[in-house]
């Protein structure tokens, strides 16, 4: 059975309930007939728990109201579902398969990005830069194809169900030359077109606003449809991701980002802000070339 990120915070889930039961593992095990390896790979999310069983574990949890069960049963039944991204699964880092599965399937995504465009707004040219710019990503042989799958993270803003995005970004990010010229103004002018997307918000953090709630850096918030799913924050390094869950953590980074979104311009003023910044682009480039006129 594939491992997929859903099926991983199924399992905990389920853990959580038989700890605030106060239940052991070789308890439930015993109760339940399994093995105590089986229900160790089910709370991992490593196996697939079947309807029947799934229904007695909540019943010996405490969860018995039918609209409870029932969003269980329907978590259950997606969470071992493959997703495109599993077919990358074998030549990218798990933690980045992890990140595009909860991405992929959440209702509505926050993030905050200092210093770079959200790679659901990258464009490929813009992408392809940051890969570059940092050796420690992948070996140059893999470019291609983790641009395409930049790409392919996109699709979902234009599909049928598409999740809700909102976007704060640092002025920085706006400013700052990645690709040089011709593929920075390139981005701006997609981060325009998609400003205009019903369901994508985009917030500039200016450097006027001073010291800001979000110094420490970037990150991500992703929401999910069912309630019984909660919020899941990711926390990007330069070695990998951090993903928290707690309750705690969930309500420190969502304070976090409502000041951020009270500290940034409004949607509306962040559009003209990007506008000053391609017209002061295209004026910094045509003084550069002519710098190099005879």
Known sequence: ??????????????????????LTADGV???????????????TGENKVSPNDLKALLHMYGVDDPDEVKAYLIRAKEAHKPGWWQRHSDSLPR?????????????????????????????????RSVIEANPAILPPADIDGL????????????GDEPPRLWAIVGESSIRQRVG????????????????????VTIQVLPYRAGAHAGLTGG???????????????????QTGTLYMDEPGERSAYGE??????????????SLNLIHEVMDQMVEDMKKEKGEGSP
């Open 1 to 22: 059975m594939p491992y997929t990120i859903r099926g991983f915070r199924l399992g905990t889930d389920l853990r959580k309930l038989r700890e605030e039961k106060g």
């Open 29 to 43: 095990a015993r109760e339940m007939g399994f093995s105590r390896p089986k229900l160790s790979r089910i709370e």
């Open 95 to 127: 933690e980045y398969v992890d990140f595009i599965g909860l991405e992929a399937t959440a209702s509505a995504i926050q993030t905050f990005q200092p210093n770079l465009i959200p790679g659901l707004l990258q464009t490929p040219a813009y992408a």
């Open 147 to 158: 641009v395409k799958i930049k790409q392919s993270r996109q699709e979902k803003l234009a």
């Open 180 to 199: 040089g010229f011709a593929v920075m103004l390139e981005q701006l002018q997609h981060l325009e077109q998609m400003a205009t997307v019903p369901h």
């Open 219 to 237: 990150f991500v918030i992703f929401s999910f449809p069912s309630e019984r799913e909660p919020d899941i924050v990711c926390v990007e390094t």
């Open 256 to 269: 976090i980002f409502d000041h951020l979104r009270a500290s940034a311009e409004n949607p509306a003023d």
